[in-house]
């Protein structure tokens, strides 16, 4: 079958996840992987049988269309651009970008280089979140009401060993996890339209109780817990809350609500989980997931689509619209927050195609 050759700049935490997964989709030729820290990238290389190489050497290389880029948040624009720059698709973890205005920027550049960027997360192509949207489809909720969005836990400090970053600009809870929520939201619901919302730092310093740092204080730049709603073109209202602030809560991650039914909806940030839907004067009875990649790790589901689309010359689905979408929504929040009102939303991407058969095999989805 036709490849495309991919090379990963990022070798942390979670290129690991991502190489384990991509061994999945033969369509995925990866030619190398660098990092600044040459060191991990050969640690790494050895780890997966695969070429360290340094980041001009990938740039640059004519066989490698498509860059991964597994860098951290500062720096998916930066890498985004110098991939662009060489010639190359790319595709990053999220978020897009720290800001919309750099997001913008990536993506403007894309277009105007006739070049592709797609973005984390994927797991919205995950199984239940694909059967999710199927029963969504079917018409079966009624019109459109709303839903609830959340992640609360008390903060990453207790187990991230160098946590710092989720307490400066770029970092924070909505930044950090509101990507997978509101990403699912949106290949649910449809994009949205405006946001409203409340944005705190309850505390200005936070302890670090993991190891190695145990007892050290950081202090905290952004807010930690964000409270809001965001209200869909589709018409349905959504309240969410992204919280590093709470010790314990007792929501399930999504709901979603419509005139004839509620449907509960499992982690975004994970590809399978269990699916409930209520019929009004029913219960809540548990649905089988119908669709492919629900039971594991299948990070790079949206590399290996878009790898297909590009190939196939078809839409990519985890594709740089809707994450500047994603990311234009999450900082309308500390807009909102700032400023008393009401944001409107300027972009709209469409809806991604529903992910309706396996690419494991080889065969291009629709
Ligand atoms: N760790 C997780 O569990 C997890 C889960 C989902 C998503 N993510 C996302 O993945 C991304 C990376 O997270 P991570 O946990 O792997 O971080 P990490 O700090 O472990 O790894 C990031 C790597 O990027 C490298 N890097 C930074 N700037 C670079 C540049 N300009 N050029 C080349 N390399 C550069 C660093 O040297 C580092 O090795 C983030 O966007 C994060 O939001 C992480």
Same mark, same amino acid.
């Given at each position: 079958?036709?490849?495309?050759?991919?090379?990963?700049?990022?070798?942390?935490?979670?290129?690991?996840?991502?190489?384990?997964?991509?061994?999945?989709? $033969?369509?995925?030729?990866?030619?190398?992987?660098?990092?600044?820290?040459?060191?991990?990238?050969?640690?790494?290389?050895?780890?997966?049988?695969?070429?360290?190489?340094?980041?001009?050497?990938?740039?640059?290389?004519?066989?490698?269309?498509?860059?991964?880029?597994?860098?951290?948040?500062?720096?998916?624009?930066?890498?985004?651009?110098?991939?662009?720059?060489?010639?190359?698709?790319?595709?990053?973890?999220?978020?897009?970008?720290?800001?919309?205005?750099?997001?913008?920027?990536?993506?403007?550049?894309?277009?105007?280089?006739?070049?592709?960027?797609?973005?984390?997360?994927?797991?919205?192509?995950?199984?239940?979140?694909?059967?999710?949207?199927?029963?969504?489809?079917?018409?079966?909720?009624?019109?459109?009401?709303?839903?609830?969005?959340?992640?609360?836990?008390?903060?990453?400090?207790?187990?991230? $060993?160098?946590?710092?970053?989720?307490?400066?600009?770029?970092?924070?809870?909505?930044?950090?996890?509101?990507?997978?929520?509101?990403?699912?939201?949106?290949?649910?619901?449809?994009?949205?339209?405006?946001?409203?919302?409340?944005?705190?730092?309850?505390?200005?310093?936070?302890?670090?109780?993991?190891?190695?740092?145990?007892?050290?204080?950081?202090?905290?730049?952004?807010?930690?817990?964000?409270?809001?709603?965001?209200?869909?073109?589709?018409?349905?209202?959504?309240?969410?809350?992204?919280?590093?602030?709470?010790?314990?809560?007792?929501?399930?991650?999504?709901?979603?609500?419509?005139?004839?039914?509620?449907?509960?909806?499992?982690?975004?940030?994970?590809?399978?989980?269990?699916?409930?839907?209520?019929?009004?004067?029913?219960?809540?009875?548990?649905?089988?997931?119908?669709?492919?990649?629900?039971?594991?790790?299948?990070?790079?589901?949206?590399?290996?689509?878009?790898?297909?689309?590009?190939?196939?010359?078809?839409?990519?689905?985890?594709?740089?619209?809707?994450?500047?979408?994603?990311?234009?929504?999450?900082?309308?929040?500390?807009?909102?927050?700032?400023?008393?009102?009401?944001?409107?939303?300027?972009?709209?991407?469409?809806?991604?195609?529903?992910?309706?058969?396996?690419?494991?095999?080889?065969?291009?989805?629709?």
């Amino acid at each position: 079958m036709e490849k495309l050759g991919i090379g990963i700049i990022g070798c942390g935490n979670i290129s690991s996840a991502y190489l384990t997964a991509m061994a999945s989709f $033969p369509v995925l030729d990866i030619r190398g992987i660098a990092d600044l820290n040459q060191g991990l990238a050969e640690q790494r290389a050895g780890e997966f049988n695969l070429v360290a190489r340094s980041i001009d050497d990938l740039l640059s290389d004519p066989q490698i269309q498509l860059i991964v880029n597994l860098t951290v948040p500062k720096a998916h624009v930066e890498v985004g651009l110098q991939a662009l720059a060489h010639g190359k698709h790319t595709y990053s973890e999220k978020p897009l970008g720290v800001t919309f205005a750099e997001g913008l920027k990536l993506a403007e550049t894309a277009k105007a280089s006739g070049l592709r960027i797609g973005a984390a997360p994927d797991t919205f192509l995950g199984g239940a979140h694909q059967t999710a949207r199927s029963i969504i489809d079917t018409g079966v909720l009624g019109m459109p009401v709303g839903g609830t969005a959340t992640f609360m836990c008390p903060g990453h400090e207790r187990w991230h $060993p160098n946590p710092d970053f989720y307490y400066e600009a770029g970092g924070g809870p909505m930044l950090d996890m509101g990507p997978y929520y509101i990403t699912d939201l949106v290949n649910l619901l449809g994009p949205v339209a405006k946001v409203a919302g409340f944005a705190i730092a309850p505390r200005s310093e936070r302890t670090i109780t993991s190891e190695p740092r145990n007892g050290e204080k950081i202090p905290v730049h952004i807010p930690t817990h964000v409270s809001g709603v965001m209200a869909f073109e589709s018409g349905a209202v959504v309240q969410i809350g992204m919280s590093f602030d709470v010790a314990g809560h007792k929501h399930v991650p999504l709901e979603v609500y419509g005139t004839e039914g509620t449907l509960i909806v499992p982690d975004p940030n994970k590809f399978g989980g269990d699916i409930e839907l209520l019929k009004k004067g029913g219960s809540f009875e548990p649905q089988p997931t119908t669709e492919p990649y629900a039971d594991g790790n299948y990070r790079s589901l949206g590399v290996a689509d878009m790898a297909h689309a590009i190939l196939s010359n078809r839409p990519h689905r985890a594709n740089g619209d809707l994450a500047l979408h994603v990311l234009e929504v999450m900082e309308a929040f500390g807009k909102a927050a700032d400023s008393g009102q009401t944001i409107t939303i300027a972009t709209r991407p469409e809806r991604p195609a529903p992910l309706s058969q396996s690419i494991v095999d080889g065969r291009l989805a629709r």
